[in-house]
């Protein structure tokens, strides 16, 4: 045997010394998860976005070598996946017109090679799979004005089983969809929670017609960042006008501003709904190798 050889065999032990290692890390991990699924037993729905995405910012920013940061973070999202299956039900419903068959990727690279999943035409029957808890989480289109149904309608209720965006996709860049450039997002019925890179939705339901740059002035006037606007106008659903508002930044229902905001609209505006939000996905500077560049840290 030559000594590169023996070099080689060396080599391969300590790998495999290593992968033990991991292994050993892998079911220790998932022995404190049991304690988790212990005290949160009695929750109809465990998932936690904004703990997932945490755990990924902090991965990034801590990662050093030459592993690819998007490789490490597949293996992370089907860890996440994996405790989530022995948590309790897990099911994905997706919408699938047939005509994008992107949204079914998404969802696949989100929530692991294993989990049910479920295709469904309409966004409808989207909302109400996980409404009725038929499906844990409900994947969709992000919404933009092209689009000839919008589905965020379904979720301007204050019922508590009515879901609402919890995430955005893709979270980790570069995936390998059909179509290229789509963004979805997902829906469940549990609170968005702050992580310091949020963006939130509000639905603000008006009797008559606001216009988006009044829209504009108000929400600045009481300091909340707008990043974009949709409405949604049924002369026969009372009151009428629905603005769909994204914005900068974590916002809960009790949030002052938005009482704020209401006053600043006027008698014409019925209610301001949450509807929830996301995490900023991963970008190129989270995945860069090495340590986050200042610029990143200063962005988040």
Not at 11 to 33: C, F, K, Q, S
Not at 107 to 121: C, E, L, S, V
């Given at each position: 045997?030559t000594?590169?050889?023996?070099k ?7 790998i495999?010394t ?5 292994h050993?890390l892998?079911?220790?991990?998932t022995?404190?998860?049991e304690?988790v ?5 009695d929750?109809?729905?465990k998932?936690?976005?904004?703990r997932?995405?945490s755990?990924l910012y902090r991965?990034c920013?801590?990662?050093?070598g030459?592993?690819?940061k ?10 996440i996946?994996?405790?989530l299956?022995?948590?309790?039900p897990f099911?994905?419903a997706?919408f699938?017109?047939g005509?994008t ?11 692991g ?8 035409k ?6 109400e799979?996980?409404r009725?808890?038929?499906a844990t ?5 992000f919404?933009s004005?092209?689009q000839?149904?919008?589905w965020?309608?379904f ?5 508590p ?15 390998n969809?059909?179509d ?7 829906i469940?019925?549990?609170s968005?929670e702050?992580?310091?890179r949020d963006?939130?939705?509000l639905a603000i339901e008006s009797?008559?017609?606001i216009g988006s ?6 929400l ?10 949709q409405v949604?106008?049924?002369?026969n659903?009372?009151?009428g006008?629905?603005?769909?508002v ?5 916002i809960?229902p009790s949030?002052e ?12 505006v019925?209610?301001i709904i949450?509807?929830?939000g996301?995490?900023t996905?991963?970008d190129?500077?989270?995945l860069v190798?090495?340590?986050i560049p200042e ?6």
């Amino acid at each position: 045997m030559t000594s590169d050889e023996e070099k080689l065999l060396k080599l391969r032990g300590e790998i495999d010394t290593i992968d033990n290692a991991i292994h050993d890390l892998i079911m220790r991990r998932t022995r404190v998860i049991e304690g988790v699924c212990e005290i949160k037993k009695d929750s109809t729905v465990k998932i936690r976005p904004s703990r997932e995405a945490s755990i990924l910012y902090r991965l990034c920013e801590k990662h050093t070598g030459h592993f690819p940061k998007r490789e490490l973070c597949r293996i992370w999202r089907e860890l996440i996946v994996a405790t989530l299956s022995f948590e309790g039900p897990f099911s994905v419903a997706v919408f699938d017109p047939g005509d994008t068959p992107g949204y079914w990727d998404l969802a696949r690279d989100q929530y692991g090679t294993f989990t049910p999943m479920q295709r469904h035409k309409s966004a409808r029957a989207v909302v109400e799979e996980v409404r009725k808890l038929q499906a844990t989480v409900g994947v969709l289109p992000f919404p933009s004005h092209d689009q000839a149904d919008s589905w965020w309608k379904f979720l301007v209720s204050e019922a508590p089983e009515t879901p609402k965006v919890i995430a955005r996709l893709p979270f980790i860049p570069n995936s390998n969809t059909h179509d290229k450039d789509l963004d979805a997002l997902v829906i469940c019925p549990v609170s968005q929670e702050k992580t310091g890179r949020d963006r939130s939705f509000l639905a603000i339901e008006s009797a008559e017609e606001i216009g988006s740059m009044a829209m504009e002035r108000a929400l600045s006037k009481v300091q909340i960042s707008n990043i974009s606007q949709q409405v949604w106008h049924d002369p026969n659903r009372p009151p009428g006008w629905t603005y769909l508002v994204e914005i900068l930044g974590f916002i809960q229902p009790s949030d002052e501003n938005l009482s704020r905001l209401k006053e600043e609209l006027g008698t014409r505006v019925a209610r301001i709904i949450g509807l929830g939000g996301y995490s900023t996905p991963l970008d190129k500077l989270d995945l860069v190798e090495g340590k986050i560049p200042e610029e990143a840290r200063k962005r988040k």
